[in-house]
Structure formats: structure tokens, C-alpha cells
């Protein structure tokens, strides 16, 4: 069992980085194409049309799969590569393609048919005499990007394949190709046509062009990992047949049963971004903010749950119980390790950060006050964020698909209502900041309503291991006066942008090294934790 478990916790360690190191490069790349669209057309209605538009089939794709498709395709792959081998997995995966795949081709077609009513809740706020032209605009960009529903799909089938052989850096990697693509479609949009349009000087090439790229640098993202899927041998091959397949029909009946686990998020985030396109380059702000959180996220704790998902489903496929619950706290402290830092990073700094975002046209004192704003509250969500998805990951590896799913409907409830109340409240004022809350409102009920389900599960087995708790506020109490130090440091020196980013670097590796040294002094033993959890079992039994 000691060796068991430190195996399983070097793996997840390891895996950790990877996945953080190029989900970074990719969430980089995605931050870098909000701040070029930010730059390049600034805080318009267009800006908004367009960073609206591009996103609804993410939007659909999350209601037709998502995130879903991964929490249960990973840990069916793996049970059918446990059981059956290479060639099992690849069979199920076929099924599971299949079936998902035509239901993408009628997600694409539903949205290319209801494109004009959709392309009218992003534009209704825009004045008189332009809206008509804002919606043709809107309407023409959506069937443009409509086919990136199946495209999407494709991708995420690739990604479910080499993560269940415990193969993350091109599935994290990739998504960095179609932000390039974006941001060089983008590019040669404003060398064509200029910068800075609103909608009544953008002309419809435009749109067709923007529409056409972005499409473009979807299906080379796609592409990328169905040869990551055909690399580790578990190709994405679409076979008929999955009724007569039990673990293909039950996972697609999971899936089935978990569609709140994905549409809930995915209405949030559309229902956020319909109330931020009632301010000018309101969605630029929140998306902006988003993406910050979702980046940081991603790095630390939902790095953590990714590359835990296949451990978490093959100590459940052996039936286990010490084994998962050792599992579940390691991944927890692991999450918590890497998602602190970074909160207290992006807290603190929250108005130099807005400063170096806000470039070109956004480059306004009022839009970075909203921004700093914002993204102080973003550092919050990516944490609330990972352990949410962490527990969701959880549950989906004990097959239960009810949990997600009730937590996903309390999040979307907790968010509507402080989005609601946003409404009430001036454009011009904290409108964009209380949708940021929103965000953080649903993530903090989602959490803690799956986290509940995961205590109900894993018992007798402890939640978390005092010993994680105790280090963990040391390392977190060690940062804080380097923090105030740094933030004291930047207020008086008020440096020019040239230094600021140097600056801040600065100060995040000076006030990670005694979290560092804090945890390095502190240690942590997989084994010692597994050897605990054996003797308290030992105890019960006898």
C-alpha cells in the first residue's frame, strides 16, 4: 500500500505540472486574443458583437457536452483499457463519438436556425438607428462559427483519449494553435479594414472574415488532437451501435443525466455576457476577467483535478475505498497548494494587473478601475473554480452524475439572482463588477454542494488531513508580509508601464519563495497519509 500510494501521488504530482505548464501556454495565448480584440476594437458595441458572437457555439457545446464529455468519457476509457485493453478502449470510444458527434451536427444546425433571435439578445442594448445593422452583423458572424459546435466536440473526444492514457501536455497544449489562429485573423482583419470600427463603419467583409478565421483555427485545434488520440492508440473513429454496448449506453446515459452539470455553467456565462453587452465593451471586461480567473484556475487547482481524474476512477474501478480517499486529500492539498498563491497574487494585485491589460483603444482610467475591480474578486472564483470542478471530478469517477448535476443547478440559481440584481444597477458604474460576483456567488454554492456529496460518499475516510491544513496556513500566513511589502513598494515607486510587468514578476517570485520553503520545511508524505488511513480501517474492522 506505502508504495501504491506514493506511486499515485508522484503520478498525480507530476501529471499536475504538465498540465499546468501547457494549459498555461494555452490560457496565455487565449488572454493574449481577448487583449488583442480589446486593442484592436476597442470598447465598441462591435467589440461586444464580436467577442459575443465567436463564443456562442462554446456556449451550445457545453450545453451538448462540455466539460461533461470528459468526466465521463476519461473514466470509461480508462475502465475499458483496465479491463479490456487498447483495443476495448478505442471500441468504446467509437460508440461514444458516434452518437456525440450527431448530436453536435443538430446542436450546429439548432444554432445556425435560432441564429437570428440569438444574435438579438447581444445586440438589443445598441442605439438607434444601428441595431438593425448590429443584429445583420451578429446573425451573419453566428452561422459562420456555427460548424465549431461539432468542431468542439471533435477536440474534446481527442482530449478524453490521451488523458485517459495519462497523456496531457498536447490535449492542454492545443488550444493555444486556435488562439494564435484567432489573434492572426484578427490581425489581418484591422490591416485590411482599420481599427476601432463600432458597428456603423464595420463593414460586413469584415464579419465574414473574423467568422471564417476563427472557424479556420477551431478546426486546426481539432485536428491536433485527433492526432494526439491516434498517438497514444485510441483513435477518434465514430462506430454505430452504442445500444448494444452496456459501458457505451451507460455513459452516454450519464452523460444524458448530467446535462445541468454543463448547461448550468454554460447559461450563466451566456446570461452574463447578454447583461455585460448592455455596456460598451462590457463583455471585453468580463471576458477579460474570465479568462484571468480561468487561466489561473487551470495552472493551479484544475490542473490538479485533470490530471487526478484517471487515479480518482481506476482506484474506484479496483474498488478501493482507502485508496480513492487517499486519493481525494492528496489532490485536494495539491489543488490548495497551487490555487492560494495564487489568489492572494491576483488580490493584491489586482490594479497593477488591470494597468498592463488595458491596452490600445481600452487603455481608460475608468475601464481599468472596473477591471482591477473585477479581477480582485476573478482571484477568489479560480479557486472556488478548481475545487468545484475537483469534487465534480470526483463524483463523476464514483459514476455519479446526480451530484454534479445538483450542484450545478444550485450554482446556476446563485448566479442568476446577483446577475438579475445587476440590472438594477447603473452601466456606467458597478454593473460590470456585481457580474463578477455573480460568477464567484455560483462557483461558492457549487462547491460547497458537491463537496458535501463527496463527504456522504468517501465515509468513514476523512475529507482533508489536519496536517494539510496546519501547512497550508503556515505557507499561506509566510506570503503576506512580502505581499504588503511588494504592494507598499509598487504604490510608491508608481513605475512606468516598461517596469511594471518586471516589477510584478518580481514580487509574485519573492512571495512565492517562503510559501516554498514553508512546504519544502513542512514536507509532505503520500505514504505516511495511506498508512494512517490503513490503520483507522484496521481499527473499525477489528
Known amino acids: 500500500?506505502?508504495?501504491?500510494?506514493?506511486?499515485?501521488?508522484?503520478?498525480?504530482?507530476?501529471?499536475?505540472?504538465?498540465?499546468?505548464?501547457?494549459?498555461?501556454?494555452?490560457?496565455?495565448?487565449?488572454?493574449?486574443?481577448?487583449?488583442?480584440?480589446?486593442?484592436?476594437?476597442?470598447?465598441?458595441?462591435?467589440?461586444?458583437?464580436?467577442?459575443?458572437?465567436?463564443?456562442?457555439?462554446?456556449?451550445?457545446?457545453?450545453?451538448?457536452?462540455?466539460?461533461?464529455?470528459?468526466?465521463?468519457?476519461?473514466?470509461?476509457?480508462?475502465?475499458?483499457?483496465?479491463?479490456?485493453?487498447?483495443?476495448?478502449?478505442?471500441?468504446?470510444?467509437?460508440?461514444?463519438?458516434?452518437?456525440?458527434?450527431?448530436?453536435?451536427?443538430?446542436?450546429?444546425?439548432?444554432?445556425?436556425?435560432?441564429?437570428?433571435?440569438?444574435?438579438?439578445?447581444?445586440?438589443?442594448?445598441?442605439?438607434?438607428?444601428?441595431?438593425?445593422?448590429?443584429?445583420?452583423?451578429?446573425?451573419?458572424?453566428?452561422?459562420?462559427?456555427?460548424?465549431?459546435?461539432?468542431?468542439?466536440?471533435?477536440?474534446?473526444?481527442?482530449?478524453?483519449?490521451?488523458?485517459?492514457?495519462?497523456?496531457?501536455?498536447?490535449?492542454?497544449?492545443?488550444?493555444?494553435?486556435?488562439?494564435?489562429?484567432?489573434?492572426?485573423?484578427?490581425?489581418?482583419?484591422?490591416?485590411?479594414?482599420?481599427?476601432?470600427?463600432?458597428?456603423?463603419?464595420?463593414?460586413?467583409?469584415?464579419?465574414?472574415?473574423?467568422?471564417?478565421?476563427?472557424?479556420?483555427?477551431?478546426?486546426?485545434?481539432?485536428?491536433?488532437?485527433?492526432?494526439?488520440?491516434?498517438?497514444?492508440?485510441?483513435?477518434?473513429?465514430p462506430r454505430l451501435g452504442w445500444r448494444r454496448d452496456q459501458e457505451a449506453s451507460g455513459a452516454l446515459h450519464r452523460m444524458v443525466r448530467s446535462i445541468p452539470v454543463a448547461g448550468g455553467p454554460a447559461l450563466v456565462d451566456y446570461g452574463l455576457t447578454v447583461v455585460a453587452s448592455t455596456v460598451p465593451g462590457g463583455v471585453l471586461v468580463v471576458q477579460l476577467s474570465y479568462q484571468v480567473f480561468a487561466a489561473l484556475s487551470f495552472v493551479g487547482s484544475r490542473a490538479v483535478s485533470m490530471a487526478a481524474l484517471p487515479g480518482l476512477s481506476e482506484a474506484m474501478a479496483a474498488g478501493d475505498p482507502r485508496r480513492f480517499g487517499t486519493a481525494w486529500r492528496q489532490g485536494v492539498f495539491y489543488a490548495l497548494v497551487a490555487g492560494l498563491p495564487l489568489l492572494l497574487l491576483l488580490a493584491v494585485f489586482a490594479r497593477p494587473t488591470a494597468d498592463l491589460l488595458a491596452n490600445g483603444a481600452l487603455r481608460e482610467n475608468g475601464l481599468i478601475t472596473e477591471l482591477a475591480a473585477c479581477l480582485a474578486v476573478a482571484a477568489f472564483v479560480q479557486l472556488a473554480n478548481g475545487l468545484h470542478d475537483y469534487a465534480r471530478q470526483a463524483l463523476f469517477a464514483r459514476l455519479d452524475d446526480r451530484g454534479p448535476s445538483r450542484a450545478s443547478i444550485v450554482g446556476l440559481v446563485a448566479s442568476a439572482v446577483v446577475a438579475l440584481g445587476a440590472l438594477l444597477l447603473p452601466a456606467d458604474g458597478v454593473r460590470l463588477f456585481v457580474l463578477v460576483v455573480a460568477l464567484l456567488a455560483g462557483e461558492l454554492a457549487s462547491a460547497v454542494t458537491a463537496m458535501v456529496r463527496v463527504r456522504r460518499a468517501i465515509r468513514p475516510e476523512r475529507m482533508f488531513a489536519r496536517r494539510h491544513a496546519v501547512t497550508l496556513t503556515l505557507a499561506t500566513s509566510a506570503m503576506l508580509p512580502v505581499l504588503a511589502l511588494g504592494w507598499w513598494l509598487i504604490g510608491a515607486l508608481e513605475p512606468p508601464r516598461a517596469l511594471e510587468l518586471p516589477l510584478l514578476l518580481a514580487c509574485g517570485v519573492v512571495a512565492v519563495v517562503p510559501y516554498a520553503v514553508v512546504l519544502l520545511v513542512r514536507g509532505f508524505d503520500p505514504s505516511s497519509d495511506a498508512a494512517r488511513s490503513a490503520r483507522r480501517w484496521q481499527i473499525r474492522r477489528s
Not at 456556449?59 to 483499457?81: C, D, K
Not at 438579438?120 to 452561422?143: D, K, N
Not at 458597428?199 to 477551431?218: D, E, I, K, R
Open 1 to 237: 500500500m506505502t508504495e501504491t500510494a506514493r506511486s499515485e501521488a508522484e503520478s498525480t504530482a507530476r501529471s499536475s505540472v504538465t498540465v499546468a505548464v501547457w494549459t498555461l501556454l494555452s490560457r496565455v495565448t487565449g488572454l493574449l486574443r481577448v487583449l488583442v480584440i480589446g486593442a484592436l476594437l476597442g470598447p465598441t458595441y462591435f467589440a461586444n458583437l464580436f467577442q459575443a458572437g465567436y463564443l456562442l457555439p462554446n456556449t451550445v457545446f457545453a450545453v451538448v457536452a462540455g466539460p461533461v464529455l470528459g468526466m465521463v468519457v476519461v473514466p470509461t476509457v480508462a475502465r475499458a483499457l483496465t479491463n479490456g485493453g487498447v483495443e476495448r478502449a478505442g471500441r468504446v470510444l467509437g460508440l461514444l463519438a458516434g452518437r456525440l458527434l450527431t448530436v453536435a451536427g443538430i446542436g450546429t444546425a439548432a444554432l445556425a436556425l435560432v441564429s437570428p433571435l440569438l444574435a438579438w439578445t447581444l445586440v438589443f442594448a445598441v442605439p438607434e438607428p444601428e441595431r438593425m445593422r448590429a443584429w445583420l452583423l451578429c446573425t451573419v458572424l453566428v452561422l459562420f462559427v456555427a460548424p465549431q459546435v461539432l468542431l468542439y466536440t471533435v477536440a474534446e473526444l481527442g482530449v478524453a483519449a490521451q488523458q485517459a492514457r495519462h497523456r496531457f501536455a498536447l490535449a492542454a497544449g492545443a488550444p493555444a494553435v486556435e488562439s494564435i489562429g484567432t489573434i492572426a485573423t484578427l490581425l489581418a482583419a484591422a490591416a485590411v479594414f482599420g481599427t476601432g470600427q463600432d458597428v456603423g463603419q464595420a463593414p460586413l467583409a469584415m464579419v465574414l472574415l473574423l467568422g471564417a478565421g476563427t472557424t479556420g483555427s477551431v478546426l486546426l485545434h481539432a485536428g491536433l488532437q485527433c492526432y494526439g488520440a491516434l498517438r497514444v492508440g485510441v483513435p477518434v473513429r
